[in-house]
Structures are given as structure tokens and as C-alpha cells.
């Protein structure tokens, strides 16, 4: 493989990749149909440069660090075949992807800057680049490239980038690729094989659906990036072989793209907004029960207080560990919820609002 030590191969693959799938979307009539704002093009955009970059900027300083402070660690790993640094570079770097990704959800620091990835109402190829700098600028991936680059694994970190690019732009694109699998029984074994090694676009458009009351999406949930492995392993699996009908997110505050992307330098100036400097998340529990009548339907069941809606969800569980509950109701009748958040059996009120007075 010769070819992966010409200078800059990895780039003008990614640059090859993301043309096919463009023109792939195009036939498709995506971008005739696109509801995108301007911002969105500007964000998306921006943030293929912004990925660029900080790519380059960290393999440079990682090797001038690394040059000057561990010398004779140079190049320690570059007698290993391609058979063995390959597997051994695209697995840390997945796991590493896996659980930075899952933070974003998790901790609301991070939830900001990851915030705009989610913020799309639409799926795309250039949606996989919609973060602020600050989050490629602490990816762990992007660092990782730069140290296996300096350990001697260059090659596999080129090939590597190549193959993440191929899986990551695939399942954001408007082309569902994987439907045909899903479509034909005979092709089902086969589906399963393929959703339970990598990535596939139902498993990753659930991601982004904009809640679960569909019961297909799960945005706290299939954190993968590459291979659907960790999901599996650390319980956040969801398979439904559907796509939502409904991205982004609930409470979408509409926020300018320099402060989506610029954040924490740029602020946005609507305080209802998360990236504002006032912004604050506090608890909205009661202490009496909500009585009501519910008609047949599915509701989300606020579980980390947040919400303004009590006792639904509105989506102010983001960067928490907190996730809705999802109840559906099959006939019309009369509910009394939980407000509290003190229940021992949510969603209905089990009068633990008592001890409280």
C-alpha cells in the first residue's frame, strides 16, 4: 500500500469520499428539497476546515513535542505490519470516540459544544461536521492520529481515516443504504451481521431523531462512530431498522452560527439559549402531583427535573445522564404524575411528595 505514504493521501480521500456521497444526495434531490437555513450551510461548511486544521495543528505539535521531549520513542512502532497497526490504531481510536461522544451527552460542559451537532433538522454528508472548535480541539481521536503519526503508524492512521471517513459520511447521508437489507427477508441474517460489526445509517439517524417518542430514535443512545461494538457493550444499543421522521432537537432555540461554532468566545444574546452567558439549568419539581386525563398516545416523562414542561420531557435532560421515560398510553384515562421526581414508580405519583412537607 504504497500509495497511503503519498503525502496528504488521507485528505484528498476524505475530499474523494465526501464528492461521491455530494453527488449521490444530489441525484437523490436532497439539496433541492433541503430546508437548511444559511447558517447551517455556513456552520457545516466551516466545520470541514475547522476539522482540517486542527487535524494538522496537532500531528505538528504532537511531533515537535514529542521530538523534544521523547527522542528515542520515534518511530519505536514502525516495524509493525499494516495486519497489526491497523486493527490496533482504529480500535483505540473508536472506544476513544465512543465514550468522548458519549461525555457530550453526559456532561453539560461538553453538551455545548456538541450541541450543534444535534441542532440539525436535517441529515447530510457535511452534518458530521457540525461541532464547535473546542470539541475537535479535545477530540481524542485528532490527538491520537498525532501520536501514533510520531510512534511510526502513519500508515495505518492514514488508512484508518480513510475507512472512518467512508462509514462516518455514509450514515449521515441522505442515502439509506442499508433499507435494502432490511427490506427483503431472505437479506435479515445478513443485516444483522453488518448493524452488529459497523455503523449503519438506521443506527446512527436514530441518534439523531429528536426524540423517543417515536420509538425509533434514541439520541441518548448508539454513541458509536465507527462499529456499533461499545454500544453493544456498555448497554446504549438500540436496533430498529427505521428512520425518524423528525431530527434536531426539541426546545431549538435557532442560535446564530458564530456562537454554535465560536462558543465560548461567541455567546448568543437570547438568554433563553445554552450557549448565552447566563444560562443556567435549574429544577422545575413540584410538590403536589399532576392530575390529569391523558388521551391514547406516547409521552415523555421528565426524569431529571429540567424541564420546563413538568412533568414532560422538553429536552433539558442534554448533558445530563438523565433520559426521558417513554409512556404510552392505550386508551383515555385519568393519570396522576409524578412531579417530584421522588416516585418509586414513575411515572405515577406513589405520594413520596409527602416527606417533603
Same mark, same amino acid.
Given at each position: 500500500?504504497?500509495?497511503?505514504?503519498?503525502?496528504?493521501?488521507?485528505?484528498?480521500?476524505?475530499?474523494?469520499?465526501?464528492?461521491?456521497?455530494?453527488?449521490?444526495?444530489?441525484?437523490?434531490?436532497?439539496?433541492?428539497?433541503?430546508?437548511?437555513?444559511?447558517?447551517?450551510?455556513?456552520?457545516?461548511?466551516?466545520?470541514?476546515?475547522?476539522?482540517?486544521?486542527?487535524?494538522?495543528?496537532?500531528?505538528?505539535?504532537?511531533?515537535?513535542?514529542?521530538?523534544?521531549?521523547?527522542?528515542?520513542?520515534?518511530?519505536?512502532?514502525?516495524?509493525?505490519?499494516?495486519?497489526?497497526?491497523?486493527?490496533?490504531?482504529?480500535?483505540?481510536?473508536?472506544?476513544?470516540?465512543?465514550?468522548?461522544?458519549?461525555?457530550?451527552?453526559?456532561?453539560?460542559?461538553?453538551?455545548? =459544544?456538541?450541541?450543534? =451537532?444535534?441542532?440539525?433538522?436535517?441529515?447530510?454528508?457535511?452534518?458530521?461536521?457540525?461541532?464547535?472548535?473546542?470539541?475537535?480541539?479535545?477530540?481524542?481521536?485528532?490527538?491520537?492520529?498525532?501520536?501514533?503519526?510520531?510512534?511510526?503508524?502513519?500508515?495505518?492512521?492514514?488508512?484508518?481515516?480513510?475507512?472512518?471517513?467512508?462509514?462516518?459520511?455514509?450514515?449521515?447521508?441522505?442515502?439509506?443504504?442499508?433499507?435494502?437489507?432490511?427490506?427483503?427477508?431472505?437479506?435479515?441474517?445478513?443485516?444483522?451481521?453488518?448493524?452488529?460489526?459497523?455503523?449503519?445509517?438506521?443506527?446512527?439517524?436514530?441518534? =439523531?431523531?429528536?426524540?423517543?417518542? #417515536?420509538?425509533?430514535?434514541?439520541?441518548?443512545?448508539?454513541?458509536?462512530?465507527?462499529?456499533?461494538?461499545?454500544?453493544?457493550?456498555?448497554?446504549?444499543?438500540?436496533?430498529?431498522?427505521?428512520?425518524?421522521?423528525?431530527?434536531?432537537?426539541?426546545? #431549538?432555540?435557532?442560535?446564530?452560527?458564530?456562537?454554535?461554532?465560536?462558543?465560548?468566545?461567541?455567546?448568543?444574546?437570547?438568554?433563553?439559549?445554552?450557549?448565552?452567558?447566563?444560562?443556567?439549568?435549574?429544577?422545575?419539581?413540584?410538590?403536589?402531583?399532576?392530575?390529569?386525563?391523558?388521551?391514547?398516545?406516547?409521552?415523555?416523562?421528565?426524569?431529571?427535573?429540567?424541564?420546563?414542561?413538568?412533568?414532560?420531557?422538553?429536552?433539558?435532560?442534554?448533558?445530563?445522564?438523565?433520559?426521558?421515560?417513554?409512556?404510552?398510553?392505550?386508551?383515555?384515562?385519568?393519570?396522576?404524575?409524578?412531579?417530584?421526581?421522588?416516585?418509586?414508580?414513575?411515572?405515577?405519583?406513589?405520594?413520596?411528595?409527602?416527606?417533603?412537607?
Amino acid at each position: 500500500m504504497e500509495w497511503l505514504n503519498i503525502p496528504n493521501i488521507d485528505l484528498y480521500l476524505v475530499l474523494g469520499i465526501l464528492f461521491s456521497f455530494g453527488a449521490i444526495e444530489t441525484i437523490l434531490g436532497h439539496y433541492s428539497n433541503s430546508e437548511r437555513r444559511k447558517d447551517d450551510w455556513i456552520m457545516e461548511s466551516i466545520g470541514f476546515f475547522v476539522v482540517a486544521f486542527t487535524k494538522a495543528l496537532l500531528v505538528t505539535v504532537i511531533y515537535i513535542i514529542g521530538s523534544t521531549l521523547f527522542p528515542s520513542v520515534a518511530g519505536i512502532l514502525s516495524g509493525w505490519t499494516l495486519w497489526l497497526a491497523f486493527p490496533f490504531y482504529i480500535l483505540i481510536d473508536d472506544v476513544a470516540q465512543y465514550w468522548y461522544h458519549r461525555s457530550a451527552h453526559e456532561y453539560d460542559w461538553l453538551w455545548k =459544544h456538541h450541541r450543534v =451537532h444535534h441542532a440539525a433538522k436535517e441529515m447530510g454528508i457535511l452534518t458530521s461536521y457540525r461541532n464547535s472548535w473546542v470539541y475537535y480541539l479535545i477530540m481524542p481521536n485528532l490527538w491520537w492520529v498525532g501520536i501514533s503519526t510520531f510512534l511510526g503508524l502513519g500508515m495505518a492512521a492514514a488508512l484508518g481515516l480513510i475507512f472512518k471517513q467512508i462509514v462516518v459520511t455514509s450514515v449521515h447521508s441522505t442515502w439509506k443504504w442499508d433499507e435494502v437489507l432490511y427490506k427483503y427477508k431472505f437479506l435479515h441474517p445478513l443485516a444483522w451481521i453488518v448493524e452488529h460489526i459497523i455503523i449503519t445509517p438506521a443506527f446512527h439517524h436514530g441518534h =439523531h431523531g429528536r426524540a423517543q417518542d #417515536d420509538h425509533i430514535s434514541d439520541p441518548n443512545g448508539n454513541f458509536g462512530n465507527t462499529f456499533s461494538l461499545w454500544d453493544q457493550m456498555f448497554g446504549t444499543a438500540t436496533f430498529t431498522r427505521q428512520f425518524p421522521s423528525v431530527y434536531g432537537l426539541q426546545t #431549538d432555540t435557532l442560535d446564530k452560527w458564530t456562537s454554535q461554532v465560536f462558543y465560548p468566545f461567541i455567546k448568543e444574546k437570547q438568554p433563553e439559549s445554552e450557549l448565552s452567558s447566563g444560562f443556567k439549568k435549574v429544577k422545575n419539581t413540584g410538590t403536589e402531583p399532576l392530575k390529569t386525563e391523558l388521551d391514547p398516545g406516547t409521552y415523555l416523562y421528565c426524569q431529571c427535573g429540567f424541564s420546563k414542561d413538568q412533568p414532560f420531557c422538553n429536552g433539558s435532560h442534554h448533558g445530563s445522564k438523565f433520559k426521558p421515560m417513554v409512556v404510552d398510553i392505550k386508551k383515555k384515562r385519568k393519570v396522576s404524575l409524578c412531579t417530584c421526581k421522588l416516585t418509586k414508580t414513575p411515572p405515577f405519583c406513589d405520594d413520596s411528595h409527602l416527606s417533603l412537607k
